[in-house]
């Protein structure tokens, strides 16, 4: 039976939350999934023009984004794993922020708040991984090297368990494959299991390369 279910969705209400948090009537819902894309799109863009990461990792380091919106605020909550100019500048670096998603956003009715929350463990995140992936492969390094320095990095991160792959033209052959490569325990098929997974777009030379990733954290 193929596994073509979303690992979040389908442990949500168990041990997964909804990482956009509003009421919307129907007529109107398609809209509101809108307005949660450009605020995260822009907010990842600002960051990765504004912000230099201050560590060996040069991406832009955001885990993920929650957004709660009310009748007259938006919340934006952004949980980030390394050391930055946002955090660095404090009131100035956010304030910067908010006005540049304000401007993008084009929201009157409602007021904006961006608030910043670092990460602990930011190589126990899959998107910070999949980001380095994605920077490793764009410096032609090999994909396996890539693949098992990732791993390497999520162990350290006290994981139960990870599973990496990345589809398309690896290496630039003529033909699309799929590798994968799995440490640990990642018992897809168990709700109890909490996974992270992230799905996540890599531009390279050869073409676009899809790098998916799941991590086992922890078991009810």
Not at 12 to 27: I, M, V
Not at 32 to 46: A, P, S, T
Not at 54 to 59: I, L, Q, T, V, W
Not at 86 to 97: K, S
Request: net charge positive; aromatic share 8%.
């Amino acid at each position: 039976m193929g596994q073509k279910i979303n690992p979040l969705g389908f442990r949500l209400g168990e041990n997964q939350s909804h990482r956009s948090l509003w009421f919307a009537q129907p007529k109107s819902y398609s809209i509101g999934l809108q307005e949660d894309e450009k605020i995260r799109d822009c907010i990842k863009r600002y960051v990765q023009k504004n912000v230099r990461i201050s560590s060996s990792f040069e991406g832009i380091g955001i885990a993920h984004i929650e957004i709660q919106k009310k009748m007259d605020l938006i919340q934006v909550i952004i949980y980030i794993g390394f050391p930055n100019l946002i955090i660095e500048g404090q009131t100035r670096g956010v304030e910067e922020l908010q006005t540049n998603v304000q401007k993008g956003f084009h929201s009157v009715n409602r007021r904006l708040n961006i608030a910043i929350t670092r990460v602990a463990k930011p190589y126990r995140q899959p998107n910070i991984l999949a980001e380095y992936i994605a920077l490793q492969l764009k410096n032609r390094v090999s994909f396996r090297k890539a693949m098992k320095k990732a791993i390497e990095l999520a162990e350290q991160a006290d994981t139960k368990g990870i599973q990496v792959q990345i589809a398309g033209r690896i290496d630039g052959k003529e033909i699309a494959r799929v590798e994968w490569i799995r440490e640990g325990r990642v018992p897809l098929q168990t709700i109890r299991a909490k996974i992270d997974y992230c799905s996540y777009t890599a531009r390279t030379l050869y073409g676009v390369l899809g790098i998916k990733i799941w991590i086992f954290v922890d078991e009810q």
